[in-house]
């Protein structure tokens, strides 16, 4: 008798631990659905914002080639360079090829007679003439989570940022890179991109 007792205490014990294991399985499925899904570039913008702070600096630097930063700062390109690094995309050597091939198609601003890697890929008209050569650019009006966005600023200074969500971008538009919430519309939207990470 006593040893049915056990048995039946342990048949008891085995289902409980299977229900339990069950309504656990099912309770982490449903948190995880309700995880709204973040493309590569934008998870990366967002784990960059809360632990890197980058101090707006426009200077000059000669920098390494490739993979080249500038110390700790940076503009709002940098903010970009550095997120698609991170995903495996090298704007400074990509830009740099690129203009090496096809320096005629390419903004002549700077009075550059040749490429620079050094500031080329630092650029925001020279990135929209890249990303649109290479079928980046987006015609419509969606906007999703890793867009590449550029803006006219008080009608003649050129910005670029990566959007978020709602209207929510990360950029560096001094006097240091932050997550800024209603910012996409706030200044003509001069360029939209999208990039596929590899």
């Known amino acids: 008798m006593l040893k049915i007792t056990r048995i039946i205490r342990s048949a008891f014990v085995m289902i409980a631990l299977v229900l339990a294991l069950t309504t656990s399985s099912l309770s982490c499925r449903q948190k995880s659905s309700r995880i709204p899904f973040l493309n590569r570039i934008a998870e990366t913008s967002v784990r960059v914002a809360d632990s890197v702070t980058w101090l707006y600096d426009a200077k000059y630097y000669t920098i390494a080639y490739p993979n080249g930063d500038v110390p700790d700062g940076g503009v709002c390109t940098d903010v ?3 997120v698609l690094r991170m995903n495996g995309i090298d704007l400074q050597q990509e830009v740099h090829e690129d203009m090496l ?7 002549k601003m700077w009075g550059l007679s040749k490429p620079d890697p050094n500031i080329d890929h630092r650029r925001v008209p020279n990135l929209m003439t890249y990303f649109k050569r290479k079928g980046y650019e987006v015609t419509n009006d969606e906007f999703k989570p890793g867009d590449i966005v550029c803006w006219n600023i008080n ?11 709602d ?3 990360f950029h560096n538009m001094g006097p240091d890179s932050r997550v ?19």
């Open 180 to 198: 800024e919430e209603g910012f996409l519309h706030r200044y003509p939207i001069i360029g939209h991109y999208r990039i596929s990470t590899p």
């Open 155 to 165: 009608g003649g200074i050129n910005h670029i940022g990566i959007y978020l969500k």
């Open 101 to 107: 091939e096809n320096f005629d198609v390419y903004p």
């Open 80 to 82: 970009v360079i550095r």
């Open 167 to 169: 209207e929510t971008v």
